[in-house]
């Protein structure tokens, strides 16, 4: 069984992963210096997706899945389907890579999609709870005496999907993006690329790029400079097609010219998959788990789990000895949201009693000239029954 869906907090390990034989994805190509390392080790890799609810990031693990392992079939416990259910919790699907002497653990996490509510400010809560969860189970490892058997599910890439919008990033996706970019290498990904046309693409890809920009968003850049030309060029071209606009498929489908390719059926044609001319998948797939896997695993441990484990220890100095580190920094996280909603929810009470008091004060207002007039309907009255009174006394006297 290659797939388990443990709660967001608390993830069991998966069961052992069934080998797997790639496609010949070039895990042989990994650069020399490391090579050794990771033949005689393999690598233990992991890669994330997130984003709002039904951009398709389901579709896309099913279709690196099956794009890239040659059995599919071993994984018949994902839903395979054309239109995956929702996913409602966080799953985790291990696979084994192997091509000639290197083995690759992939582990992909899926996550339930945000953005189906009003309020989406607590969206990546549990997103960002899992990648510090993590970090914090590899450091406890790490201090314990004896450290063979680790469990190693650090994030060394977290694709984020973007809604094809052909606009700009929302003010969701930029907040989402900024806590997740100084966490782990944040890769942008172009959800559906199917659904906008070329000129729409690229215009939407510079906007994007702009904002990240703007925003100061800590997005992975791979390194450019090579001893190879080569390299180099690959690398400049992989960075210019970020953030990688992908098209998300299982299923077969058969092209004007006959070739049968993983795509997209519509009546002008077909959206393939793996045609560079279309999206970015082939660019995403082969920096993912070819050319940059190693310098993904490299920036996660030198970089993002560094700066974790350095903040934690920064906080155990200097924060109350009896509580432990991490949860110093996330009570921390915890208590600023938590002051944050309360200020909030004071002022949203503050502004329903002065709506209250408005409409108090105003009905008050309408019934107190309701009473004047009342009033003046009394004193009219008395006044004709005065005068009733008046004229039959006259009427009486007068008859005497
Ligand atoms: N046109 C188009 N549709 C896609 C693409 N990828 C996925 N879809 C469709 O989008 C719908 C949602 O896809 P999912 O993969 O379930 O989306 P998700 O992001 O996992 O959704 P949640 O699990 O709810 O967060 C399905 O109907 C897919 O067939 C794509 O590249 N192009
Ligand atoms: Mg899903």
Wanted: proline fraction near 6%; include cysteine; charge should be positive.
């Amino acid at each position: 069984m290659l797939s388990v869906s443990p709660s967001p907090n608390e993830v069991a390990p998966p069961p052992p992963p069934a080998p797997i034989t790639s496609t010949g994805t070039g895990i042989a190509n990994l650069p020399n210096q490391r090579h050794k390392i990771v033949a005689k080790n393999g690598a233990n890799f992991t890669v994330m997706v997130c984003g709002e609810s039904g951009v398709g990031k389901t579709t896309f693990v099913n279709t690196l899945f099956t794009s890239t392992i040659k059995e599919p079939k071993i994984l018949a416990k994902r839903h395979m389907t054309k239109n995956p259910p929702k996913t409602v919790q966080i799953q985790i699907t291990k696979a084994e890579l192997e091509e000639k002497m290197f083995k690759v653990k992939l582990t992909i996490i899926d996550t339930p999609g945000f953005g189906d509510y009003v309020n989406n400010r607590y969206a990546s809560i549990p997103i960002v709870d899992f990648l510090d969860d993590q970090h914090e189970k590899y450091m406890r490892q790490e201090q314990q005496p004896c450290r063979k058997g680790a469990v190693d599910m650090r994030v060394h890439a977290c694709l984020y999907f973007i809604k094809p919008t052909g606009h700009t990033l929302t003010p969701l996706d930029i907040e989402v993006m900024k806590r997740l970019g100084s966490r782990v290498n944040l890769i942008p990904v172009i959800a559906k690329a199917d659904t906008l046309t070329p000129a729409n693409l690229a215009k939407f890809k510079q906007n994007i790029r702009d904002v990240i920009q703007a925003q100061n968003i800590q997005v992975y850049s791979c390194p450019i400079e090579s001893d190879d030309e080569t390299t180099s060029r690959r690398n400049i071209n992989i960075m210019n097609a970020m953030p990688f606009a992908v098209i998300g498929s299982t299923q077969d489908v058969l092209t004007a010219d006959g070739r049968k390719v993983k795509g997209r059926e519509y009546s002008w044609g077909v959206a393939e998959v793996e045609n560079d001319e279309h999206c970015d998948f082939k660019k995403l797939r082969s920096l993912l788990i070819r050319t940059h896997m190693l310098d993904l695993i490299t920036t996660t441990e030198e970089n993002h789990y560094e700066n974790y484990r350095q903040t934690q220890m920064e906080t155990r100095k200097f924060g109350d000895p009896r509580t432990q580190p991490n949860e110093n920094a996330k009570f921390k996280e915890e208590e600023d949201a938590l002051r944050k909603r309360f200020t909030e929810q004071v002022k949203n009470e503050e502004s329903r009693f002065r709506m209250w008091e408005q409409r108090l004060l105003s009905e008050r207002d309408r019934l107190h000239s309701e009473l004047e007039q009342q009033g003046r309907r009394v004193t009219e009255l008395q006044h004709e029954i005065d005068s009733f009174y008046y004229q039959r006394d006259t009427v009486k006297s007068i008859r005497k």
